[in-house]
């Protein structure tokens, strides 16, 4: 089973090895593969590697920014739905421009 820590541990990897990567590729034209050995790690990589948040409201925080982030991306790809909003809000007098407080129902 898959839990957000180990998803943040292996988000830090990526950026890890990405980071060293792009070192040896600025050095070498020809970037070598790299592989991650977790049972041979350095004590370093592991420091590196076990860095998470400081409490769970941070992380809990971060991951529902990336949510929206990422909700907020697939609506913009959305110019349709987006015009019926706004036509909708425009028949009832409103715009989506403005502070609207509308209950639930009217929604």
């Keep these: 089973m898959l839990n957000r820590r180990d998803v943040i541990k292996s988000g830090a990897a ?3 090895v990405a980071a060293a990567v792009s070192g040896a590729a600025a050095q070498s034209a ?3 593969e790299v ?3 977790p049972d041979n790690l350095t004590l370093q ?13 941070g992380e809990s925080h971060q991951d529902f920014v990336s949510g929206f982030k ?10 349709e739905s987006l015009a ?15 502070d609207t407080d509308l209950d639930y129902e009217t929604c």
Aim: hydrophobic share 45%; charged share 30%; no cysteine.
């Design 30 to 32: 020809a970037s070598p």
């Design 14 to 16: 990526a950026v890890a």
């Design 70 to 79: 990422r909700f907020m991306v697939r609506q913009a790809a959305m110019p």
């Design 35 to 37: 592989y991650i050995d």
């Design 84 to 98: 019926r909003t706004e036509a909708h809000l425009r028949s009832k007098g409103l715009s989506s421009l403005d």
């Design 45 to 57: 990589q592991k420091d590196m590697l076990s860095i998470r948040f400081d409490s769970l409201d």
